[in-house]
């Protein structure tokens, strides 16, 4: 189940980024559970990752290889690799270790990722096997089997390509994104892996990234849940004829959007995929004091089970909105000056119920596919907008079952 249309789109390659899928049978047989990306020499790579304490074992060896200037990412579905001690450790760097053999590079060259269930020890051996083949497999435009290579409980593929032009030539840009359950980044609590051609250094583009994800990937949540292991990769062949991007210069400002873009899309993605979602909630809280509270407010009515299944039921129990504003611990919060819209049905003003509501007009706003929540705090100029969906039966029997 998925909100809204989500065709996966005409995916652009990207000069000097190769791709290539196997199954290992990691976890099942039927599709393929491996993916390589190969970056061209003298690439730059940035990346971010989760802050959950108990972080996977491939995130703590993907931070130490990341300024190792990689040439290879190694991503597995099936099995997180999480929670899994010293072994989890011996067991990310043996299939870096094993990678760089077969491809002639560096252990310190590979950044390894894993997606699936914690706990369990990584079925490495299987890994090691299915390397030939994923090399094998290396092609500029392998981006549909990539999407679908690092599936969990995705229910449909997610991609992201465009074009932007820099002094007259061609940068592109394309991205994959998987998640759909424990979905509260924080960074990240998904997988994502964006590439250009572009020419750019290395800290300027984690600086692009950090930027970039601090206002897509930050701003989601399906359940409040951040993940172990999850991350995303921004990696810059420098194959395009356009100039090389420099701090503080226009450029540099065009493609920083570009790559905003970019990461709204697929993080928004994420969330019409939600596990078991039916509906697509914006939270746009604004006229906050600053960033950090008007996100408060946004994520503390996006994670409360109370909204989430009222929408779910379409049912506008405003109430149940007004008290999670009243719980995001806004200090002197002027309760009169606070407005709350459904789209363009007004449900809160001066403190109470807007004289000019309706239940009818609650009900039509409800009944729709993709809503907006707009809470005008009215203390200041800050505004920020939080995605998230509803909660239904189907999330419960989705995480129920997960292991089975």
């Given at each position: ?7 996966f789109?005409?995916?652009?390659s ?11 049978g ?5 599709k ?19 802050q ?8 703590h060896?993907?931070?130490r ?9 190694l991503?597995n ?7 899994t001690?010293?072994q989890?450790m ?18 310190g060259?590979?950044?390894p990722?894993?997606?699936?269930v914690?706990g ?17 497999n290396?092609s ?10 690092i ?10 390509s465009?074009t ?7 940068i ?5 994104s998987?998640?759909?359950?424990m ?10 892996f964006i590439?250009?051609?572009a020419?750019?250094?290395q800290t ?28 995303c990769?921004?990696m ?24 905003m ?69 806004i200090?002197?919060m002027?309760l009169?000056d ?7 049905v ?7 119920r807007?004289d000019d509501?309706t239940?009818e ?5 409800m009944?729709?596919?993709e ?6 705090l ?6 920020q ?15 129920a079952?997960y292991?089975?």
């Open positions: 189940m998925a909100v809204g249309q989500c065709d789109p005409k995916m652009l990207v000069p000097g980024i190769t791709l290539g899928t196997t199954c290992a990691i976890k099942q047989t039927i393929d559970d491996i993916l390589l990306i190969q970056m061209a020499e003298k690439s730059t790579c940035a990346a971010v990752f989760t959950n304490a108990f972080c996977a074992a491939p995130v060896v993907a931070k290889n990341l300024l190792k200037e990689p040439r290879w990412l991503i579905s099936g099995n997180a690799n999480a929670g001690g010293e989890g011996h067991d990310a760097l043996l299939s870096c270790s094993e990678l760089a053999k077969v491809a002639g590079g560096l252990d060259q590979v950044l990722f894993s997606t699936g914690i369990l020890p990584l079925p490495v051996n299987k890994i090691i096997t299915a390397l030939p083949d994923a090399l094998r290396l500029i435009d392998n981006w549909d089997k990539a999407s679908r290579a599936m969990t409980t995705d229910t449909f593929p997610k991609g992201v465009t932007m032009s820099l002094a007259g030539e061609t592109t840009i394309t991205g994959i998987k998640g759909a359950g979905i509260q980044p924080n960074m990240a609590t998904m997988l994502g590439a250009t051609d020419k750019i250094n300027l583009l984690q600086q692009c990234l950090s930027l970039a994800v601090e206002q897509s990937f930050n701003r989601i949540t399906v359940d409040g849940d951040t993940s172990t292991n999850d991350a990769v921004l810059a062949s420098g194959y395009s004829s356009a100039p090389e991007i420099l701090a503080g210069s226009e450029n540099y400002t065009l493609f920083a959007d570009a790559i873009a970019v990461c709204k899309q697929l993080a928004e993605a994420i969330v019409r995929d939600g596990e078991g979602a039916t509906k697509l909630m914006r939270i746009i809280v604004e006229d906050a004091l600053n960033d950090e509270e008007a996100v408060r407010v946004g994520k503390t009515i996006a994670h409360s089970p109370l909204v989430k299944t009222a929408f779910f039921a379409s049912d506008p129990n405003w109430g149940r909105i007004l008290a999670a504003v009243g719980r995001s611990g200090t002197n002027v009169e606070v407005q709350i819209h459904l789209d363009d007004c449900i809160v003003r001066k403190g109470g807007a509501y239940e007009a609650g009900q039509r706003v009944n729709e596919e809503i907006t929540i707009t809470v005008n009215g203390r200041g100029v800050a505004k907008e939080v995605l998230t969906c509803d909660l239904s039966y189907d999330y419960v029997k989705i995480n079952e292991r089975t």
